[in-house]
């Protein structure tokens, strides 16, 4: 509804959450990249919309998908950790404010909890609604070293669905962080700038971990998984990344893993 100003009768005046909600769309613009739709029949991203308990089944659980001790980010998840703090410019995470984009079932906030430490948060974001929940039930549970897990629903171009429920404050985050996740990005610029909206202006820093698109380094998938699973490289979605507004600062090659690689950027 447009409202008018009465001393001012030529103005028109916007409510200010219609003003929130067309500065989060003016952008907004993009369209959707294309995927292996033969691989990804119902859409990349479909089976995260299932039932909670299959959600638990199929990907956490300590055996399923996302929490399989074999993964490759989790045999070296403290080694990933320590490289990130050592890109870090205050050389720490203690006290930081992290955003975990596309976070699951939360399997790396039992492990990032204790490196923030309690004054720190980390913001578990999720596109899927089931995935959020399972992540409310893992602050519960006392697993987690420090009540520090904030669950964050998000949809598929941005990391809270309304400006009206906004959990994770602007320019707060000295951490964004994703592990195998940029892939699944269906509007990724979209999607980067929105986050990059959420970063520490100088000092934030923007952590990619995601698949080699080469059948030959596949540890945990089919050779033929890389090709058809990824619809693009390590060099496309960096390009990508740049367009929306970031720096590159460091492209890790890690010796001890074979599938993945890890980028950090800064904001333009």
């Not at 089976?47 to 074999?70: H, V, Y």
């Not at 970063?199 to 923007?206: A, V």
């Given at each position: 509804?447009?409202?008018?100003?009465?001393?001012?009768?030529?103005?028109?005046?916007?409510?200010?959450?219609?003003?929130?909600?067309?500065?989060?769309?003016?952008?907004?613009?993009?369209?959707?990249?294309?995927?292996?739709?033969?691989?990804?029949?119902?859409?990349?991203?479909?089976?995260?919309?299932?039932?909670?308990?299959?959600?638990?089944?199929?990907?956490?659980?300590?055996?399923?998908?996302?929490?399989?001790?074999?993964?490759?980010?989790?045999?070296?998840?403290?080694?990933?950790?320590?490289?990130?703090?050592?890109r870090m410019p205050s050389k720490t995470f203690q006290g930081a404010h992290v955003l975990d984009v596309g976070a699951g079932t939360?399997?790396?906030?039992?492990?990032?909890?204790?490196?923030?430490?309690?004054?720190?948060?980390?913001?578990?974001?999720?596109?899927?609604?089931?995935?959020?929940?399972?992540?409310?039930?893992?602050?519960?549970?006392?697993?987690l070293t420090y009540g520090n897990v904030v669950p964050v629903v998000g949809t598929d171009k941005a990391i809270q669905q309304e400006?009206?429920?906004?959990?994770?404050?602007?320019?707060?985050?000295?951490?964004?962080?994703?592990?195998?996740?940029?892939?699944?990005?269906?509007?990724?610029?979209?999607?980067?700038?929105?986050?990059?909206?959420?970063?520490?202006?100088?000092?934030?820093?923007?952590?990619?971990?995601?698949?080699?698109?080469?059948?030959?380094?596949?540890?945990?998938?089919?050779?033929?998984?890389?090709?058809?699973?990824?619809?693009?490289?390590?060099?496309?979605?960096?390009?990508?990344?740049?367009?929306?507004?970031?720096?590159?600062?460091?492209?890790?090659?890690?010796?001890?893993?074979?599938?993945?690689?890890?980028?950090?950027?800064?904001?333009?």
């Amino acid at each position: 509804t447009l409202l008018s100003c009465s001393s001012f009768p030529s103005v028109l005046v916007l409510p200010s959450t219609l003003i929130k909600q067309m500065s989060r769309t003016a952008d907004l613009t993009e369209e959707p990249v294309t995927f292996n739709t033969d691989h990804h029949v119902d859409g990349i991203n479909a089976k995260f919309f299932a039932d909670p308990e299959i959600l638990k089944k199929r990907f956490g659980g300590g055996t399923g998908i996302f929490e399989d001790p074999m993964r490759e980010i989790l045999v070296h998840v403290q080694t990933v950790f320590r490289r990130m703090v050592e890109r870090m410019p205050s050389k720490t995470f203690q006290g930081a404010h992290v955003l975990d984009v596309g976070a699951g079932t939360g399997v790396l906030e039992t492990h990032l909890s204790p490196l923030v430490g309690e004054d720190g948060v980390i913001f578990a974001n999720d596109l899927s609604p089931g995935f959020v929940g399972i992540i409310g039930e893992l602050t519960k549970s006392g697993k987690l070293t420090y009540g520090n897990v904030v669950p964050v629903v998000g949809t598929d171009k941005a990391i809270q669905q309304e400006e009206e429920d906004v959990v994770v404050p602007l320019h707060s985050l000295d951490v964004v962080f994703m592990c195998d996740v940029y892939h699944h990005f269906e509007y990724p610029i979209t999607m980067m700038r929105d986050i990059k909206r959420y970063l520490k202006e100088g000092t934030g820093r923007l952590f990619i971990i995601d698949f080699y698109r080469d059948p030959a380094r596949m540890v945990s998938h089919s050779p033929e998984w890389a090709l058809d699973h990824l619809r693009a490289d390590k060099p496309v979605f960096t390009r990508e990344i740049e367009s929306a507004g970031y720096i590159l600062e460091f492209d890790d090659d890690f010796e001890e893993l074979r599938e993945n690689y890890m980028l950090c950027f800064r904001a333009a």
